[in-house]
């Protein structure tokens, strides 16, 4: 079975500083896809970064990173120089190849305050 | 556009039916729907591809959905009972299986 853990349920920060989201998974299939969103009050989903499970390189795109690492099923998201506005709770999620189908882990609600 | 839902809020009593309508971003030909709440998070319900069901998770048959011709999907919640107090999200992605879902602002359903 496949299952998507983010073991930070809140995290808080101060305007500026870099912050980390931890998420790990579980899959036995060989091609997956992970996403982050992000889910702001308003309550819609917005898709952040997207890696397949061949594609180990990290990248910085912006004010978010990311470090796909298969060894330790490991799928973790930084956002450097952290805004107000990134407030909202992130959530993790997996896709086994083809199916569609994402599940989601719990969500890290973060909150950046001023 | 980005993917479209409606209504916006419903407000339901124990036994009625509801159904929510999504259209998707145009293009796009699979239309996938969740289920969020506080207890079980964000779950996924069923998705549709060509008018076709193509995949289904874990729900009661109180749960059904079907897709239109040009993509537009409904999903139908019949008998209700207060644990389907939810946001419903529906995602939309195009024909190619590596494609990535969008999501639409969601419809809350409370269940009275």
């Known amino acids: 079975a496949q299952k998507v853990t983010q073991a930070q349920t809140e995290i808080s920060v101060v305007e500026k500083e870099d912050v980390t989201l931890d998420c790990v998974y579980e899959?036995?299939?060989?091609?997956?896809?992970l996403f982050w969103y992000k889910q702001p009050p308003s309550g819609e989903l917005v898709f952040l970064i997207r890696?397949?499970?061949?594609?180990?390189q990290n990248e910085i795109s912006g004010r978010y990173s990311w470090n796909f690492q298969k060894s330790t099923s490991s799928f973790n998201f930084t956002i450097t120089a952290s805004q107000v506005v990134d407030s909202a709770v992130y959530f993790c999620a997996l896709e086994q190849g083809g199916s569609e189908k994402l599940v989601f882990g719990k969500g890290t609600k973060l909150t950046v305050n001023p | 556009t980005g993917v479209t839902q409606s209504p916006t809020h419903l407000i339901k009593t124990r036994g009625q039916q509801v159904t929510l309508s999504c259209s998707p971003i145009?293009?796009?030909?699979?239309v996938s729907w969740y289920q969020q709440t506080p207890g079980q998070g964000l779950q996924f319900l069923f998705e549709?591809?060509?008018?076709?069901?193509?995949n289904k998770g874990n729900f009661p048959g109180r749960f059904s959905g079907r897709q239109f011709s040009n993509s537009r999907s409904e999903m139908n919640v019949s008998t209700l009972e207060l644990g389907d107090s939810a946001l419903y999200l529906c995602?939309?992605?195009?024909?190619?299986?590596?494609?990535?879902?969008?999501f639409g602002p969601g419809t809350r359903l409370t269940v009275l």
């Open positions: 995602a939309s992605s195009s024909t190619d299986h590596t494609d990535t879902q969008y």
């Open positions: 549709y591809f060509s008018e076709t069901q193509r």
């Open positions: 899959t036995r299939d060989t091609t997956y896809y």
């Open positions: 145009s293009g796009h030909r699979s």
């Open positions: 890696r397949n499970s061949f594609d180990e």
